[in-house]
């Protein structure tokens, strides 16, 4: 598993897709009002200072199969919000997003000197919690009654993790692709 700048066009439209997808989409939130990120939002994105996107790739074939992101990017308080989805379900069950996420918490911390990282998942979604967990987030607290899936309101519970916190394995610390140009460092 590789982490992988959003560079190409195909890759950027590739990534669009799994977000316009409602199985994903309805874990996320992009904003007014549930606008989907298009490719065109997606370039601007991956191209500026307030996030942080890497498509994630899988170990058999190299091929990119999901999205991990820090958005909100904060320089001033050193912090960001952590989100991922699976785009492959092919790929569902074996460990991908909990290592993506995992590196990419590696890479927010080590490369761009973030301090704090929250995360936020709607209560219903256990494989989320459960991914939350593993990586060593503390629950900070709760928000009721604010993500509609299907017209049903879910609570979100929130999280934070400190970089003192966060424990990388070596062996996805290799695994990081580095940037074409170097990180700015946040500080």
Sequence with gaps: MELIPLESQALIEQAAGWLAEKRNRQWLDSGSGGQQLGPVALKVM????????????????????????????????????????????????????????????????????????????????????RILKKLNFKPIGRQRDCHYIDGHPFDRLLFELQSSDHRMKPELASNITPLSRPPRRLI
């Excluded at 890497?54 to 820090?70: K, N, Y």
């Excluded at 919000?81 to 290592?99: C, I, Q």
């Design 46 to 129: 991956s191209r500026g200072d307030g996030h942080i996107l890497r498509a994630f790739t899988s170990d058999e074939t190299g091929e990119a199969i999901g999205l991990v992101a820090l958005s909100s990017v904060n320089r001033d308080f050193r912090s960001a919000l952590l989100w991922a989805l699976l785009g492959d379900r092919r790929y569902a069950a074996k460990g991908y997003v909990f290592r993506a996420t995992s590196a990419m918490l590696t890479l927010g911390f080590a490369e761009y000197g973030l301090e704090c990282i929250s995360a936020w998942a709607v209560e219903c979604n256990h494989a989320s919690l």
